[in-house]
């Protein structure tokens, strides 16, 4: 949901300088353009020979600004203050970080230099530009100054470099699957959040379930769970759907649409199977939140109490517009993150999510009326998800319902309507076995059954998670039900666009903004798809 935060004098640091606000309620959107990342269309990945060590190895020769800055850890401390270290060390069990460096108020005063420590309790976020071989630290570490340049497609396009939350693929001989990402929205320590993903393309077959998990992007993921939902199913053929707000609904008698039409005509065709071809538009080439409709016709729907099914993921358009916000808050990223820890900000509106938002579900009336029956605001660029809007008093036989959401935003792989009526027996299950590199991590597996504790992971790390399915559950819906965080790495190349001006733009006038834009994005809208894909990271 948007958010509001309050500038205050000298809260805006541009690194040279500091551009001075009166207190004044703006919608943060830069921050939040993370929760505007949605669904995805299924797809086989072809894995890459890239190792974790490799990339690791990689990463530490890349992770200095230049070769005369020194490698520091910045501590951006809840009480607005911060720390500088140039010498650190960090004692994990005491959770106590100890160095030299110097103290600065709110304001970025010099208050003092010399030896410091600290409780990780008293910190907000930090910040470095090296790796931590810290995993409680490295949890709650913003990584600055990485350079994109790990693939040349992130050289040719650096706002289209992969990056999400955690990724969960199925395994179909020697072909991976991508199934769900999990809680796209969580993009800080304070925002962590639980995520339920449609296992659409799963089924049970044997008493035990496998899903990989991995880190393919330059981001810090901290996992808290990752169970596996079963939910009965009324009959063998039936399907379960979740709502937006997290109830599971049944489905008995799917009714397809005989009519889908978009601004470009007829698109039936790619709407009637969930099978990886999507319906998507391109972005307005003046206004990024321009709105487009999709309108679908169904025949002989039995019962006034149904609900629309939806397979979808958004385009990459978020992407773009959360790396480019980056690069504009350029050096200051991490000081922004910090202020979420700080509780700085307000939840007072939805300003900016009503200007590219959800895909809101609409049904026309006995009157001819288009009736708002709900959203679908689950964001993500990667794997798609499956979806259902319960619609009341709907009407019977012929049924019209229409789409609306931003031109250029959204991916649809399935549109169906179905009578529904609410789903019973749920059972969650946690991983019975976690391996990482093919051997058995017991640790990892602990972790991910105790909910005080977090596995850590950081690009390139892989685990296969195991769930044992009892007999009974061969007729049961899967869901992913995972929790946590992650946090983005700041890659170098954004930093090199960093520009308070664009910066109180986004944050002051985010419709001027959406209109500046719109040019730049479609210069590199036609590679992103291409780009990103290629330029995510993964154990061979």
Known sequence: MPLNYTLTRGAFMTGKSAIVFRVISVPLFFLFLFLLQGCSTLKDVKRQSISPDSLRALADARLGFSNDLSPYLKAHMKNGS???????????SKKIITGSGKKY???RNLLSSGTVEMSEDSVAIFETNTLVNSGSVTALTVFTGITAAVTVFCIINPKACFGSCPTFYTRDSDTLRLQAEGFSS???????????????????????????????????????S???????????????????DGKFWQCDSIILPQRALGPEGDCL??????????????????????????????????????????????TLLSTYLLYQTFAYMGSNAAYWVAQIERNKINVKGNEMLNMLGGIEVQVQDLYGNWQSAGFIDEFGPLATDFHIVPIKGIPEKNTKVRLKM??????IDYAALSPVSEAKNLTRLQPEEVLKGGKTDENARKILCDSSRALVTLPGDTYELKYRI?????????????????????????????????????????????????????????KMESSFWRSRYAKP
């Open 186 to 224: 969580s993009i800080s320590p304070s925002m962590e959040a639980t995520d339920i993903d449609a296992l659409y393309h799963s089924k049970v077959d044997c008493d035990e379930y496998s899903l990989e998990m991995r880190n393919e992007a330059m981001e810090t993921h901290v996992v808290r």
């Open 82 to 92: 911060l720390y500088v270290l140039q010498d650190w060390k960090i004692d994990d």
């Open 406 to 411: 931003t031109k250029g935003y959204w991916r």
């Open 226 to 244: 990752a169970n596996l939902l079963c939910v009965e199913k009324s009959k063998k053929n039936s399907r379960v759907f979740c709502s937006p």
């Open 470 to 526: 009892p007999s009974m559950f061969k007729d049961y819906e899967l869901f992913l039900e995972s929790r946590g965080y992650y946090l983005e790495w700041i890659r170098r190349e954004w930093m090199k666009e960093e520009n308070a001006a664009r910066l109180a733009e986004i944050l002051l006038n985010p419709e001027a903004a959406l209109k500046r834009l719109a040019p730049e994005f479609k210069k590199v809208e036609p």
């Open 105 to 107: 108020d709110a304001y």
């Open 269 to 314: 065709s790619l709407l009637q199977k969930a099978d990886g071809i999507e319906r998507f538009s391109v972005a307005d080439s003046a206004n990024l939140g321009e709105k487009e409709f999709i309108e679908l016709d169904f025949k002989n729907v039995p019962g006034k109490n149904s609900g629309l099914i939806l397979g979808c993921r958004q």
